[in-house]
T-cell receptor
């Protein structure tokens, strides 16, 4: 089974520029997550999709971050404009369960490391 | 709110030493508890889990017991190997509304095992 694919692996941009990340979840996985992992901290959930609908985006800074999951498969996360504090690893994860159940394991991609200068 | 507190790292051990990484949690409701591991250059992987009090999760020689009375889920391994060098994350899962559950992570503990 192919894992969760993310691209690019690394990205360096200047503040106020825009950037986009792409995620292809495991085939058949209905639930998709974007996490932000700042250096020295644990991953923080940004947004959760169920198929192509948003289930939870309570911690997404909506003034600059946006995400979509067209056709319920691939997803993109965009930051516009970027700030220095957005420097982090952005992790995509997917889960087979149609809902995020207490017991359903998340499968993570290798992440995109963003550096904002 | 819900939170997970892990022991500060980094932890450096010699091969075959005993490992304990402490984890305590605060949660509304009855959480499930997890340990995830992140090897260098790789994504997070589920290591083990426990879904109710007194459950013991185990995998690859690692164990953790869900202690409701002390709100803890400490990770242990009797004899670590160099290949266990990684970052370990404790996490909990609680309902975020209806039957949907949210995963909350601790800050992670870096383990380095020397030969």
């Amino acid at each position: 089974e192919a894992g969760v694919a993310q691209s690019p692996r690394y990205k360096i941009i200047e503040k106020r520029q825009s950037v986009a990340f792409w995620c292809n979840p495991i085939s058949g996985h209905a639930t998709l997550y974007w996490y932000q992992q700042i250096l020295g901290q644990g991953p923080k959930l940004l947004i959760q999709f169920q198929n192509n609908g948003v289930v939870d985006d309570s911690q997404l800074p909506k003034d600059r971050f946006s995400a979509e999951r067209l056709k319920g498969v691939d997803s993109t996360l965009k930051i516009q404009p970027a700030k220095l504090e957005d420097s982090a690893v952005y992790l995509c994860a997917s889960s087979l369960a149609r809902r995020a159940s207490y017991n359903s394991p998340l499968h993570f991609g290798n992440g995109t490391r963003l550096t904002v200068t | 709110g819900d939170s997970v507190t892990q022991m500060e790292g980094p932890v450096t051990l010699s091969e075959e030493a005993f490992l304990t990484i402490n984890c305590t949690y605060t949660a509304t409701g009855y959480p499930s508890l997890f340990w995830y591991v992140q090897y260098p250059g790789e994504g997070l992987q589920l290591l083990l889990k426990a879904t109710k009090a007194d459950d013991k999760g185990s995998n690859k020689g690692f164990e953790a017991t869900y202690r409701k009375e002390t709100t803890s889920f400490h990770l242990e391994k009797g004899s670590v190997q160099v290949s266990d060098s990684a970052v370990y994350f404790c996490a909990l899962s609680v309902s975020s509304g209806g039957s949907n559950y949210k995963l909350t992570f601790g800050k992670g503990t870096l383990l380095t095992v020397n030969p």
